[in-house]
Antibody, heavy 120, light 106 residues
Framework: EVQLVQSGPEVKKPGESLRISCKGSGYGFSSYWLGWVRQKPGKGLEWMGLINPGTSDTIYSPSFQGLVTFSVDKSTNTAFLQWNTLRASDTAIFFC?????????????WGQGTPVTVTA | DIQMTQSPSFVSASVGDRVTITCRASQAISNYVAWYQQRPGEVPTLLISGASILQTGVAPRFSGSGSPTDFTLTINTLQPEDVATYFCQNYFDVPLTFGGGTKVEI
């Protein structure tokens, strides 16, 4: 069974840094791109970008380019989403999801989400 | 970026009704459209990929159609457990883009 398990809720202050994680199991972790999706409170879904766990190649949505960093640790089948400087507007739930299928792939398996609250 | 314009944004229907949600892409994207269901407080789940391919375990009352710019998600015989927000998504090109969502209530 494909599983993506994310790290727990975070409460941070503006200006702080943060790294959240997403651990994959039940499939060949390095064989499928891993995407990140943001959902602000009461709002829709926004695709942030993806990482190829096998090569660490990344594609960022222009809306998130330069604001976040994707990385991966193949030895633990874990992907990371990192901020160097959080802002209050980063408050949201962040999901990791596996890309599957042709073209860039639909998102067929999702993590449970990591709520991030940024408040002074 | 490819814009995905989804309508309506809200639907109120009765149990047993047929519900139709549409999504229009700002350019041709072949059949690279997915539909997701997000029940209140839950994680999104993939219902349909390739515009019309029902995922394993998804109830057959859900169906998808359309190509290359206009797409439809149909829920036949609406059930109480279908209360959710539904999103379409382009995966033809990056950045992948979602429609704004359709909230379905009973």
């Amino acid at each position: 069974e494909v599983q993506l398990v994310q790290s727990g809720p975070e409460v941070k202050k503006p200006g702080e840094s943060l790294r959240i994680s997403c651990k994959g199991s039940g499939y060949g972790f390095s064989s499928y791109w891993l995407g990140w999706v943001r959902q602000k409170p009461g709002k829709g879904l926004e695709w942030m970008g993806l990482i190829n766990p096998g090569t660490s190649d990344t594609i960022y949505s222009p809306s998130f380019q330069g604001l976040v960093t994707f990385s991966v640790d193949k030895s633990t089948n874990t992907a990371f989403l990192q901020w160097n400087t959080l802002r209050a507007s980063d408050t949201a739930i962040f999901f990791c999801a596996r890309h599957y299928g042709s073209s860039y792939g639909s998102l067929d398996s999702w993590g449970q989400g990591t709520p991030v609250t940024v408040t002074a | 970026d490819i814009q995905m314009t989804q309508s309506p944004s809200f639907v109120s229907a009765s149990v047993g009704d047929r519900v139709t949600i549409t999504c229009r892409a700002s350019q041709a994207i072949s059949n690279y459209v997915a539909w997701y269901q997000q029940r209140p407080g839950e994680v999104p789940t993939l219902l349909i990929s390739g515009a019309s391919i029902l995922q394993t375990g998804v109830a057959p009352r859900f169906s998808g159609s359309g190509s290359p710019t206009d797409f439809t998600l149909t829920i036949n015989t609406l059930q109480p457990e279908d209360v959710a927000t539904y999103f379409c998504q382009n995966y033809f090109d990056v950045p992948l883009t979602f429609g704004g969502g359709t909230k379905v209530e009973i």
